[in-house]
């Protein structure tokens, strides 16, 4: 079955401190991947994406994600985090008829 | 490029009214376009997918005559809600799929409120 695990709901990170979000996703093929962040009330916003090529991703913000396909895991990275990503993160997958499933989504609070 | 948008970004009616979101890709021409529910601190919920020229197909569970889609132009899908209830209060967001067919691109969203 084709599903996306996001294990955290919520993760807490002091700001200036260094942040990992795990995805893991089941799919029988290489699939698309997508990271996209929704602040309260808004809509997403697009972080990165994977096709194919390069496993590493850069994306805005400073956000990086690694496709490793051993572990099955597409997880989001940043080196140093400020107050203004706290946010809900959205990992997902592209399947065959082009819709998007979704992972439950990560809540990233952070401390000051 | 890439832009969708929807409106009313807001939207506050009362029990038993219809209401219209429209959802536009302003810089590209998109055959499919994604409707998705999203209720709060949940992920989205794909509802429907609208196919330009022809009819929607629904997800399980969704009642495609209380979600009426409409996917007339190359540019535009319309979602309404009719005869809406409290119970449909959310926030509805709507996709494009881009040319390549790799990615979906996001309108901001609309809340609905129904008292």
């Known amino acids: 079955a084709q599903s996306v695990t996001q294990p955290d709901i919520h993760i807490t990170v002091s700001e200036g401190a260094s942040l990992e979000l795990r995805c893991n996703y089941s799919y029988g093929a290489t699939p698309y991947l997508f990271w996209y962040v929704q602040s309260p009330g808004q809509g997403l916003q697009l972080l990165l994406k994977?096709?194919?090529?390069d496993t590493l991703v850069q994306g805005i913000k400073g956000f990086e994600a690694e496709f490793k396909r051993s572990q099955s895991s597409f997880n989001l990275r940043k080196p140093s985090v400020h107050w203004s990503d706290a946010a809900e993160y959205f990992c997902a997958l592209m399947d065959s008829n082009y819709q998007l499933i979704w992972g439950a989504g990560t809540k990233l609070i952070i401390k000051p | 490029g890439a832009v969708v948008s929807q409106h009313p970004s807001r939207v506050i009616c009362k029990s038993g009214t219809s209401v219209k979101i429209e959802c536009r890709s302003l810089d590209f021409q998109a055959t499919t376009m994604f409707w998705y529910r999203q209720f709060p601190k949940q992920s989205l919920m794909l509802m429907a997918t609208s196919n330009e020229g022809s009819k929607a197909t629904y997800e399980q569970g969704v009642e495609k005559d209380k979600f009426l889609i409409n996917h007339a132009s190359l540019t535009l899908s319309t979602l309404t809600v009719t005869s809406a209830h409290p119970e449909d209060s959310s926030f509805y967001i709507c996709s494009a799929l881009g040319l390549a067919g790799h990615e979906q691109f996001f309108g901001p969203g609309t809340r609905l409120t129904v008292l």
């Open positions: 994977y096709f194919s090529g």
